[in-house]
């Protein structure tokens, strides 16, 4: 059984950062890319950034690229999602997911995969920015 913990929203102020933290439990083996998502009420799940496990390689939507940065710590099966000058725009809830589909390709996961291909989702953790 698979367990993906998200933990580190919160609230604060238009310009501010937040790290996210998503850590994985119970048999992990095989995770080919792994994402974070965000949704608000009424509105559609979207990516907001990915990454393929097994070489580091990052991509990010549009909306947050050059201000979000995902990461990995394979000792502690964590990824993180450092959030930084966020803006009100960036209020949801940010959702972790893992996938061992062969959503791949040389060392990067296809871009902009949509979340019916993650087989594992975490919780949530909210992020509300206040301007």
């Known amino acids: 059984q698979v367990q993906l913990v998200e933990s580190g929203g919160d609230s604060v102020q238009a310009g501010g950062s937040l790290r996210l933290s998503c850590t994985a439990s119970?048999?992990?083996?095989?995770?080919?890319?792994m994402g974070w998502f965000r949704q608000v009420p009424g509105k559609k799940r979207e990516g907001v950034a990915q990454?393929?496990?097994?070489?580091?390689?990052?991509d990010y939507a549009d909306s947050v690229k050059g201000r979000f940065t995902i990461f990995q710590d394979n000792a502690e099966n964590t990824v993180y999602l450092q959030m930084n000058s966020l803006k009100p725009e960036d209020t949801a809830m940010y959702y972790c997911?893992?996938?061992?589909?062969?959503?791949?390709?040389?060392?990067?996961?296809?871009?902009?995969?949509?979340?019916?291909?993650?087989?594992?989702w975490g919780q949530g953790t909210q992020v509300t920015v206040s301007s």
């Open positions: 997911a893992a996938t061992r589909g062969d959503y791949w390709a040389g060392s990067r996961c296809y871009e902009g995969l949509p979340p019916g291909h993650f087989d594992y």
């Open positions: 990454i393929y496990i097994r070489g580091g390689v990052s």
């Open positions: 119970g048999y992990t083996y095989g995770f080919s890319c």
